[in-house]
């Protein structure tokens, strides 16, 4: 029965839970034989929880018999380890935390376990910075399609939990591109929501609007399930209000074609594998045989990289100083320089920064005003060799620093704007995603045209299990 279970998607696993046909216990049960099977080959999980998890469960099992509802009911789902589960050891991939256990759960996961989440245990994911899942305290998450290759990052372990069906949900985080660019190299789905949507953990500099939290699911009715159950008002973060919108739930429910929509696969001046680019010209025809009027066209985005790389020296700074003194030596190189960079750039460069930000913002919502959307890849590259931290080269073109590979995530963490990643298909056998941009606050947008892209191209959602080299998944769609 356990097999049925974990290739459920998480929104029929919920009727389920609602019928009384399954009970949230099983689930979890369900669920730790998964993990059991598979953590070998992809170390995506590396701390759980499963008794806590299971006391949980039993509670969710009471409460919905005894006719209490809730938004998830008792689904599992999987937390990032830099986030806290109260009881649960959170290190956030850094030996400078690697002994520490969370009082309480923090004020994210705190909503989505008020909201019937059963949390199974915690993610693994960068150290401190980049998009390559590794660290120092639970090594390295492989990539479920090929476990030679990257899984991308910095939500690795939540993408690859999905993928291989030990979760049925996943909370992950983005400041550059951490819930869009796993979900890419996984063919799962993810959502960097409007900063505000989401209440935040504690953060250093509670006013950011760069850092944000987010949903990852299989498919796109499930990453909206899941959206519902974070979103509304926390006092602990400034930055949230009430939520007065219907379900998000009900927008992914219907599928809607818009009637324009723009382009661009390198945002005019970013190197791009030959293999995206050959998934985006699909992803158009595609488009164009639907009668959507397409522009090739993005906002001009030159500067960009440079106010991100300077916006995110000073967040770092903001945020790692206080433990300089004692841990220096604990932090990976990258993460040092943008610490530095912080430390040391000049108050007008920051200014700069700042004021090239808020013109990116103004050019992003003109842009949008008239296309209503706008799609690229969400990554540069496909998935590369594991032991490969960063990218130094991609297309001929030579790479300055760690993060000049995501820079077609990165770009649009500056403007506020939320982001869904949707996977379009396969290249020999490893997965292709894309990014599609709206509005502020228009998730509900995001969810119909993603709905509808996933329809279109229906692709197979059915957990994998993990594999050394890169046959053609079946039952899915090759471009």
């Not at 910075?129 to 910095?154: E, I, K, M, W």
């Not at 983005?174 to 063919?187: K, Q």
């Not at 919108?245 to 723009?262: C, M, T």
């Not at 025809?285 to 990289?305: C, H, K, N, Q, Y």
Request: proline share 7%.
């Amino acid at each position: 029965m356990f097999e049925d279970l974990i290739k459920l998607g998480a929104l029929a696993a919920h009727r389920l839970l609602v019928s009384g046909e399954v009970t949230s216990v099983e689930l979890v049960d369900a669920a730790a034989r998964r993990i059991a099977t598979v953590e070998p080959a992809v170390n995506a999980l590396p701390t759980l929880c499963l008794e806590r998890a299971r006391a949980q469960a039993q509670a969710a099992d009471r409460a919905r018999q005894a006719g209490q509802k809730t938004l998830l009911g008792g689904l599992p789902i999987v937390v990032k380890d830099n986030n806290d589960v109260g009881g649960v050891r959170t290190t956030g991939g850094t030996p400078i935390f690697k002994t520490r256990i969370a009082e309480v759960s923090d004020r994210t996961v705190a909503k989505l376990e008020s909201n019937g989440a059963i949390v199974l245990g915690k993610s693994n994911l960068s150290e401190l910075g980049g998009a390559q899942t590794t660290n120092a305290v639970h090594g390295t998450t492989r990539n479920p399609y090929d476990t030679r290759l990257t899984c991308g990052g910095s939500s690795g372990g939540a993408a690859v939990a999905l993928a291989t069906g030990e979760t049925w949900l996943a909370h992950g985080n983005d400041l550059g591109g951490s819930l869009r660019i796993p979900a890419a190299f996984c063919n799962v789905t993810g959502l960097r929501p409007t900063p505000g949507r989401v209440p935040r953990k504690r953060l250093a500099n509670p006013f950011d609007t760069m850092a944000v939290e987010g949903p990852m699911a299989r498919d796109v009715n499930d990453l909206a399930l899941m959206f519902d159950a974070m979103i509304g008002f926390d006092p602990g973060d400034p930055l949230t209000s009430p939520n007065s919108e219907p379900p998000f739930l009900d927008a992914a429910a219907s599928p809607h074609k818009p009637d324009r929509l723009a382009v661009s696969v390198d945002l005019g001046e970013l190197p791009i594998g030959g293999d995206i680019r050959i998934a985006m010209a699909e992803l158009v025809r595609l488009f164009e045989r639907a009668g959507i009027a397409v522009a090739t066209d993005s906002p001009d985005v030159a500067g960009a990289m440079q106010a991100f790389l300077a916006l995110r020296g000073s967040s770092f700074l903001t945020a790692w100083d206080p433990f300089m003194a004692e841990h220096r030596s604990q932090f990976p190189k990258p993460v040092m320089e943008d610490i530095e960079r912080g430390r040391h750039q000049a108050g007008a460069a920051l200014a700069a920064a700042e004021r090239y930000r808020a013109e990116l913002f103004r050019r992003t919502i003109d842009f949008l005003d008239t296309h209503r959307f706008l799609i690229c890849p969400a990554t540069q590259a496909m998935p590369f060799p594991v032991e490969t931290l960063f990218l130094s080269e991609l297309e001929g073109c030579k790479l300055s620093n760690y993060l000049d590979w995501i820079s077609i995530t990165a770009i649009w963490s500056l403007t506020g704007c939320p982001a869904i990643s949707v996977p379009v298909g396969f290249s020999k056998g490893l997965p292709i995603g894309i990014q599609i941009l709206a509005h502020p606050r228009r998730e509900a947008d995001l969810f119909h045209l993603a709905a509808w892209i996933e329809r279109e191209i229906a692709l197979s959602h059915v957990p994998i299990d993990p594999r050394s080299s890169t046959p053609a998944p079946p039952g899915t769609m090759a471009l």
